[in-house]
């Protein structure tokens, strides 16, 4: 099954920014990371979201 796993790192008030981060899994469970506003706090959302990542 596909999907999409948004991780919620954007600011729900923002109003002239955009920092959306979701993870799209497709069915042979390959994942890719969009991260549309930069920062490292993504990181901490996926250790919160318990998914398996790597990075490379």
């Known amino acids: 099954m596909e999907k999409i796993i948004v991780l919620g790192t954007g600011w729900a008030m923002s109003e002239k920014l955009f920092n959306t981060s979701f993870v799209l899994e497709n069915n042979q469970k390959e994942k890719l990371l969009v991260d549309t506003g ?4 993504i990181l901490s959302q996926l250790e919160i979201s318990l998914e398996e990542y790597t990075i490379f």
């Open 38 to 41: 930069g920062g490292n706090g």
